[in-house]
């Protein structure tokens, strides 16, 4: 994952472990229910993602570099997550597939991705085209009702954030996106961005129409590493086949290929979405434009394609921003900054990264944490 | 008087049905040509137009078939196929031409820059959708037992639905930016991939079937 990034004057270990304490401290808090119950995995695993989560944010503030470590806690979520998730299916049901019985029960797991198709249909029809439960049950713990208020939780806090710090599929793109050492193909027409718009668009409409949620029916490359609807029909094979088909490309290959994040940038209605909530989100990443020297190193950085040369020159980003940082490190003259909106622009860029970055490490080790905690100690316990 | 008086009462009371149908169509395609009030009203009126035109077709065929021989499922779902696929080739054909007047090509380009009889498939395709007042609007007309019976019942349920499409204009009206109307256009494009895949499935259903 050792791409190239700007080397700013490192803070003193001192200064970084007095910053890093109000972290360690909440992660302590947010562990110290699985260090106390009985069982040796459970403690190994909860004492572990503290370490790896703490160390991780000691050195985003020793290092001054957010994407740099950010991008080892966010695929290691989207690695453990698939595996921690079938884990549970198979324990529950014996399979990855859900069976029209379980639906019809409301018992299918509640998914964020949802969230845009259910709102208008809920509005007009005061019903929730989702075939889960709205609150929680000992089959499905993953009701509508907490989903949709972790979700509620984490747009306040993050804004599009929530697809570099909370999305456990972007995860997987990232960590792929991050292994070879170039990009086999590098010129990308910029209008791909507003596919995944057009993609919100349709799903939204035909959503409404049809009363169902037309992504998960039909769209979601993830149903491949999560659940699907049992192939029973010609057409639930057609669904399980264009799963699979958007999971190897979008998530696997390309993101190989161009080294970025292509479900995200090029496809993810979710990821549009979101994008909305960076109008009221505090944080932004802007782009002085007195240091800048258009050197172009912050929008090959950018996994999302989040800036455009007509944006660099505007000194912002674009909408769907997702503040991984990934511009800021690379930067070389410090023109691209972190940004509270309504301060002067290059003011405290480093106070405005670091709040942030408390904001946002504080919801990774909750929600992040604890899926990578309660994996490890599947494997762990596994392992005997 | 009192069959078209329940065929207009039909038209209304289904308006909702109507809009669920052709609203996914008919929003990206108004949004994408940023007509303004005027050429909205314009474009949404040729729209229906088609529509008018594929629910006469229909009531003419419903006319002469007679309440005898009601649409067999065979050939229900042929024309649902056919009115799906024709609705797709449209989009795709909509959403993948130049815009007239805009030098910016897009990201693919298929033909000339698109002519004004575009608006009159898409209503037209919209309009023989076999959604359950349509169906039942078919039946009654049938019914009637006669071509002019059925023609003047249609009539009178396409008045009634119409007036559900009217507040679409405001979307034609909407002077958003270059980059929405290019968004509404891939939305066409996502679009034409759902109902190609409803009249393929449609299809090879039947064929399966024999």
Known sequence: MADHVATPDSRGIGRSLLLTLPVALWALLMFSRALGVPGVAVKVAALLTLIFLVTLFFLMVRTRQTNRWRR???????????????????????????????????????????????????????????????????????????????????????????CAYGCFFGGIEEGIAAMPRKARIRKIDGRWRLV????????????????????????????????????????????????????LGLVIVLPWLTKKRTQCAFFCPFGAFQSLFN??????????????????????????????????ADGKTLINCMHCGACVDVCHKDAAVWHIKGTPVGAAPERARLLHLYAAWGFAIMFGGSIIAGTLTKMLGFLG | ?????????????????????????????????????????????????????????????????GATMPLGARARALLFAAAHLGLAATLVVYGLRPRRGRPEPPLVTIGPARRSWMPVLLGLFTGVNLCPPFVVAAVRAMETGSVAGAVLFFLAFFTGTAV???????????????????????????????????????????????
């Open chain 1, 72 to 162: 080892w806690f966010f695929a290691t979520l989207g690695f453990l997550f698939p595996i921690g998730f079938i884990w549970e299916l198979i324990a529950l049901r014996g399979s990855m597939s859900i069976p029209m019985e379980k639906m019809i029960a409301g018992d299918t797991p509640f998914c964020f991705m949802v969230i845009p198709m259910i709102l208008l249909p809920a509005a007009l029809t005061r019903t929730v085209i989702f075939p889960g439960a709205i609150l929680p049950t000992a089959s499905n713990p993953h009701s509508i009702a907490v989903m949709i208020g972790l979700w509620m939780a984490a747009t306040l806090v993050l804004g599009k954030g929530w």
């Open chain 1, 196 to 247: 995944p718009w057009a993609v919100l668009a349709a799903i939204v409409l035909l959503s409404l129409a049809t009363l169902a949620p037309t992504y998960c029916e039909w769209l979601c490359p993830f149903k491949t590493i999560t659940e699907y609807a049992e192939v029973r029909s010609i057409e639930t094979a057609i669904q399980a086949g264009i799963f699979l088909s958007l999971f």
């Open chain 1, 279 to 312: 109008k009221i989100h505090i944080f932004e990443i802007r782009i002085r434009r007195d240091e800048c020297k258009d050197c172009v190193s912050c929008q090959n950085s950018c996994p999302t394609m989040a800036l455009s040369k007509q944006s660099v």
């Open chain 2, 1 to 65: 008087m009192r069959l078209l008086t329940e065929a207009a009462l039909l038209g209304l009371a289904s308006g909702p049905a109507c809009l669920a149908s052709c609203g996914p169509v008919l929003a990206p395609w108004l949004v994408a040509e940023r007509a303004g009030w005027r050429r909205a009203l314009g474009l949404l009126s040729v729209f229906l137009g088609g529509r008018l035109a594929g629910y006469l077709l229909f009531a003419i065929a419903a006319g002469l078939l």
């Open chain 2, 164 to 210: 559900w499409f009217v507040p679409f204009a405001a979307l034609g009206a909407l002077r958003v930016a270059e980059t929405a109307a290019t968004v509404a256009r891939y939305t066409m494009l996502a679009l034409a991939a759902y109902y190609a895949y409803l009249g393929i499935l449609t299809l090879l259903a039947r064929l399966l079937d024999g």
